[in-house]
């Protein structure tokens, strides 16, 4: 059975976004980039929110079209086009790009994704992860520590009734300071 991996880029005080849904902080070379497309190449398929979806699709589908676009760009973008994409939503049908729309989070349903799926199942965003960690349908985490401190912004998690054991498979720093930290979930 394949994995649902949380992968999300943080602040050092936890802030995935910050205010305005701010991003321009998330530190990106072409040796991050390079690795998450080497991790990202390898998965079954991307499992998005409806907003994650949409900007990803205002800038990938065409970023190798780019002449500005880097090597590791032009190679996420076929990456992003080719894999199998799971869009929840409550207000999208039908999404393009390879993807297949679910109106809300389904244990069963998210139990058959990951034994068709041929490869591990990678997720980002906030909200959409609170609504798989409530069902207990996180198996791993790779947190990305960006070198920033942003005081305020939206939090990777919020506050929930949700307690697990973690253990570290992982840790690794970037030449541009950033930190991949990688846990798998732990029976309790």
């Known amino acids: 059975m394949h994995k649902i991996i949380l992968q999300n880029a943080v602040s050092v005080d936890g802030f995935f976004e910050g205010p305005g849904r701010d991003i321009s902080w998330h530190l990106v ?6 690795h998450m497309n080497d991790e990202l190449a390898a998965m079954g398929g991307f499992i998005e929110g409806r907003v994650t979806f949409e900007l990803m699709a205002e800038y990938w589908p065409a970023a190798d079209q780019n002449p500005d676009s880097s090597p590791a760009e032009v190679q996420f973008a076929d990456i992003w086009r080719d894999t199998p994409k799971y869009v929840f939503s409550r207000t999208l049908t039908e999404a393009p790009w390879n993807s297949t729309v679910f109106a809300d989070v389904v ?3 998210i139990a058959e994704l990951k034994a068709q799926a041929g490869g591990d199942l990678v997720m980002s965003g906030a909200d959409l992860a609170a609504s798989f960690l409530r069902k207990d349908l996180i198996d791993e985490f790779r947190i990305y520590v960006n ?3 942003l005081g305020e912004g939206r939090r990777m998690l919020s506050p929930a009734e949700y ?15 950033v930190v991949l930290l990688r846990y798998e979930r732990v029976a309790a």
């Not at 070379?29 to 390079?34: C, K, P, V, Y």
């Not at 054991?165 to 690794?172: G, K, P, Q, V």
């Open 29 to 34: 070379d072409e040796e991050l980039h390079q």
């Open 107 to 109: 244990p069963e349903q």
């Open 147 to 149: 070198p920033v401190v």
């Open 163 to 177: 307690k697990a054991n973690l253990r570290l498979m992982e840790s690794r720093a970037f030449g541009n300071g």
